[in-house]
């Protein structure tokens, strides 16, 4: 896969899935913020029922989102949007270094594999993958992203 649309359109439907596992998450509640990492503060506000936990995962399922919206545009699937390479190029930033955590959690997998959470070491691939899709993508679509 080293068609640039390809590249971007994968990082846009990736985006996509994870701004929808963002809202389930609301929905399942207290539960899903433990288990997706949140953190013990912000699940006790969800078990306490406060709109903290999902104006906060709103927020950032928005977030994530555009930055599935900005991925088709550079993939050319819809109009420009402003900004367009900037952007992505902070995306695929974004993305590569939540990702780059892969290798400490490799380490501390082959150390420690019964306190090491498999969970965390796919969701650093997945953004791994995303981001340098993304920033590959923009590089192969660099004269439709930054027209002269």
Request: proline share 5%; aromatic share 12%.
């Amino acid at each position: 896969m080293h068609n640039a649309a390809d590249l971007l359109s994968f990082s846009g439907i990736v985006c996509f899935l994870i701004a929808i596992l963002h809202i389930v998450i609301i929905i399942v509640g207290p539960k899903a913020y433990r288990y997706f990492g949140a953190g013990e503060d912000i699940s006790s506000l969800a078990e306490r029922h406060s709109i903290i936990p999902p104006l906060l995962t709103v927020f950032i399922a928005t977030v994530i989102a555009v930055f599935g919206l900005y991925a088709f545009s550079g993939a050319g699937k819809f109009a420009r949007l402003p900004l367009l390479g900037p952007v992505l190029i902070v995306i695929g930033v974004i993305f590569s270094i939540r990702g780059l955590i892969l290798p400490v959690q490799l380490y501390q997998l082959f150390k420690r594999p019964h306190q090491t959470e498999t969970k965390e070491i796919f969701f650093s691939i997945i953004t791994l993958l995303t981001g340098i899709c993304t920033l590959y993508g923009t590089v192969l679509n660099w004269a439709f992203i930054f027209p002269s």
